[in-house]
């Protein structure tokens, strides 16, 4: 059974940095796009950054020259770095990955949800 499996979360101050990271396990034939999104309590689950599987790069405006997304296809593992982290940042961050089970099959597959809260 294929998961995305995220860690990296956690509580910092205003100002500092987090990494969050997402892997992906079980039997596939390959991952397509890759992306983060979060959702911040009472708001809707946003866009904050995607990649595709040549390194391609998407980012939200409010994200823009702080967060830096990442993916080492060996290692089946994507990555967020988080800097100069604001209050507003503060939400669930969920992974996401179009997952090729086989060639010409592929799936959208979520991770389970990272807490990031940024205090001020």
């Known amino acids: 059974q294929v998961q995305l499996v995220e860690s990296g979360g956690g509580l910092v101050q205003a100002g500092g940095s987090l990494r969050l990271s997402c892997a992906a396990t079980?039997?596939?034939?390959?991952?397509?796009?890759m992306g983060w999104y979060r959702q911040a309590p009472g708001k809707q689950r946003e866009l904050v950054a995607t990649i595709t599987s040549g390194g391609a790069t998407n980012y939200a405006d409010s994200v823009k020259g702080r967060f830096i997304i990442s993916r080492d296809n060996p290692k089946n593992t994507m990555y967020l770095q988080m800097n100069s982290l604001e209050p507003e940042d503060t939400a669930v961050y969920y992974c996401n990955g179009r997952i090729r089970t086989h060639f010409w099959y592929a799936d959208t597959h979520w991770g389970q949800g990272t807490q990031v809260t940024v205090s001020s």
């Open positions: 079980g039997s596939f034939f390959s991952i397509d796009e």
